[in-house]
């Protein structure tokens, strides 16, 4: 069982920035696709991003060059940079793990674990 726990969402202006964490608690894994989804009022759950046990990481066309994802494994915890936000942006963020990483990254269904999300509000 694994328990991921976001937290860093809030209101901002466009233009503006904001740092999603991602926690991870229970157990323990070495290899594991982290991704991150979100889902605004009336659409249906989007890829935004993800990063593999390795390293290597995966951006959908609609954030690549603004957000970011990093990771510290000492604090079982990924991250989202968020930069340059815009109203679009705007939606509930959930981080979801696969252990052992084995999956197409951008499918929701293909991971195991999701957390409660977080909001992401960007004003105009």
């Known amino acids: 069982q694994v328990q991921l726990v976001e937290s860093g969402g809030g209101l901002v202006q466009a233009g503006d920035s904001l740092r999603l964490s991602c926690a991870a608690s229970?157990?323990?894994?070495?290899?594991?696709?982290m991704g991150w989804f979100r889902q605004a009022p009336g659409a249906e759950r989007e890829f935004v991003g993800a990063i593999r046990w390795t390293g290597s990481t995966y951006y959908t066309d609609s954030v690549k060059g603004r957000f970011t994802i990093s990771r510290d494994n000492a604090k079982n915890t990924v991250y989202l940079q968020m930069n340059s936000l815009k109203p679009e942006d705007t939606a509930v963020y959930y981080c979801?793990?696969?252990?052992?990483?084995?999956?197409?990254?951008?499918?929701?269904?293909?991971?195991?674990?999701w957390g409660q999300g977080t909001q992401v509000t960007v004003s105009s």
């Open positions: 229970g157990s323990t894994f070495s290899r594991y696709m």
């Open positions: 979801a793990v696969r252990p052992d990483g084995s999956i197409w990254h951008t499918f929701p269904n293909n991971y195991d674990y």
